[in-house]
């Protein structure tokens, strides 16, 4: 039978792996992926990964997300993880909306989906005493930051920047810089030194903005509203965080520990708009040391054939159920399910890890 997990590791990882196998105790940093529905396919290696694994060895871990990575990674620093998982794969596929929809009404729709997941315990997500949530969002600058919610500017604006990216990824900084609302034990010291082209701003996470930064980070340009107003943030207009960090390729070499990472693909993509650019696809290099520490977990693309059509959950099935909602859920529903199997396969690989079963990056 074949394997529904793909495991590749970072040269350091596979040096770890092999001395000590797989210790709860060595992982340091848990990054989740924009992505949209395709995060629903990890719904049961995160409630393994929160809810069984992590706990046998309590420690300082970061847990760092952009969109529906940001929910993810939220509902993992609740005092019961795997209810909030749940509560978040249940409330995700029963989204509805109407033939006719604009922004406003997606935005109200998101926002009442995240007051559902964080259920008046926002405290227990940014007071967490060892789980350090680091939120990623965008923040337009140059013309996205003067669009003053009219939606012509916007689309001109983001016309321009994916104009720009098609030239240089580190022209996209023209547009946009990353706010990193992060939980009040981690300064975020690992991303304050430049590692790319983008300004970092760092926002203390709270109460008071959690709800906001969650929404902005899963606001897709001209599919939600930009988000403003949030509190304790510089002023302007912020989105999707997979604008600038899609799959997280971030500079994880700083940390000692290892790092591990429970995505859709087998690869790393660093921003949306280089999702048509392969060659934009993150690799290891002794220039490039990012992925050194990472261990990638992922369905195999024969578990993907196992799936409703044959794909994973995605934005398009908006469209290609219309209003049959009722099957668009079901099917939704039922990849959620057969995650099962690719977390009891991690879980025995973690307990024996085979370093012939996996591959470099």
């Known amino acids: 039978m074949q394997s529904p997990i793909t495991i590749r590791l970072g040269a350091r990882a596979r040096e770890r792996i092999a001395a000590e196998g797989v210790q709860a105790a060595d992982i340091a940093i848990v990054p989740a992926a924009a992505g949209g529905p395709k995060g629903l396919i990890l719904h049961s290696v995160d409630c393994w990964l929160f ?42 596929a029963a989204q509805r909306y109407p033939d006719k929809v604009d922004a406003a009404y997606v935005s109200r729709t998101c926002r009442a989906l995240l007051d559902e997941l964080l259920d008046g315990r926002a405290a227990e997500v940014t007071s967490h005493p060892e789980h350090q949530l680091s939120v990623l969002t965008v923040r337009g600058v140059g013309p996205l930051g003067q669009t003053r919610g009219m939606r012509w500017r916007e689309m001109t604006g983001f016309l321009r920047a994916a104009l720009s990216n098609t ?81 997280l390729h971030l500079p994880y070499q700083r940390d000692p520990g290892l790092v591990l990472y429970p995505h859709f693909n087998d690869y790393i993509v660093p921003g949306w708009l280089d999702k048509s650019m392969p060659w934009r696809r993150a690799s290891a290099s002794a220039s490039n040391p990012a992925l050194d520490n990472v261990i990638l977990v992922s369905p195999s693309a024969d578990f993907v054939r196992t799936l409703p059509n044959g794909k994973l959950p995605d934005r398009k099935d908006f469209k290609h159920y219309g209003q049959d909602h009722d099957r668009r859920t079901r099917d939704w529903t039922r990849a959620i399910d057969e995650s099962e199997r690719m977390a009891e396969a991690f879980a025995r690989w973690c307990e024996k890890p085979d370093l012939k079963q996996t591959a470099a990056f």
């Open 167 to 247: 030239v240089s990824r580190s022209r996209l900084a023209g547009s946009m810089e990353r706010v990193i609302f992060h939980h009040h034990g981690d300064s975020g010291h690992w991303l304050r030194e430049d590692f790319d082209a983008f300004s970092n701003q760092f926002v203390g996470l709270s109460e008071a903005n959690l709800r906001d930064a969650l929404l902005a980070s899963g606001s897709i340009p001209l599919v939600l509203e930009a988000v403003s107003n949030i509190a304790g943030a510089p002023d302007g207009a912020y989105w999707d965080g997979g604008l600038i960090d899609y799959h």
């Open 51 to 92: 809810g069984d694994f992590l706990p046998r060895a309590k420690r300082q871990r970061r847990f760092v997300g952009a969109s529906i990575g940001a929910w993810r990674m939220a509902s993992a620093t609740f005092q019961d993880p795997v209810t909030a998982h749940k509560r978040l794969a249940r409330l995700y």
